[in-house]
């Protein structure tokens, strides 16, 4: 199972129903086909930027792009994007790319701070950078 697939799951049952621990959530994960381990479960919390308030996991409160992660989208060869966010959120930020399933994004690769998208050809990277703003205004 890929990792963005797993994550984009946490983030759904996360938004769908009170978990307060990492044995709920892996156990949910499993009901609904998705193998995780205890350590993947706790990174991928960690990436996500996922919080704890009340004894239960809530996703961060966000007001648009820089409250939610993403703070620039620069264009870089013929066919990469290159996405800055804030120290550590990266990965949530990839997740919620790749979940829009946007027809011109071939694949994301994410670090810490940045993510490389890579794009069908060097016609589409406006579009691109287009159409990933909107997903996070």
């Known amino acids: 199972m ?49 919080l704890k308030h009340k004894g239960r996991y809530t996703l ?14 620069d264009l870089a ?10 120290p550590g959120l990266a990965s949530a930020v990839a997740v919620q790319i790749d979940a829009a399933a946007i027809a011109e994004i071939v694949g994301t690769i994410a670090g810490e701070d940045a993510i490389f998208i890579a794009v069908t050809n060097r016609k589409m990277q406006r579009t691109v950078v287009r159409k990933v703003w909107e997903i996070f205004e």
């Open 60 to 73: 961060p409160r966000s007001s648009g792009a820089a409250a939610r992660g993403l703070l620039s989208l």
């Open 77 to 86: 060869g013929d066919a990469l994007v290159v996405a800055h966010t804030e």
């Open 2 to 50: 890929l990792k963005n697939t797993r994550q984009q799951k946490i983030l759904s049952l996360i938004q769908a129903r009170p978990i307060g621990t990492q044995a709920d959530l892996k156990s949910y994960l499993e009901r609904a086909g998705v193998p995780a381990t205890q350590s993947s479960v706790s990174r991928d919390l960690e990436e996500l930027g996922v």
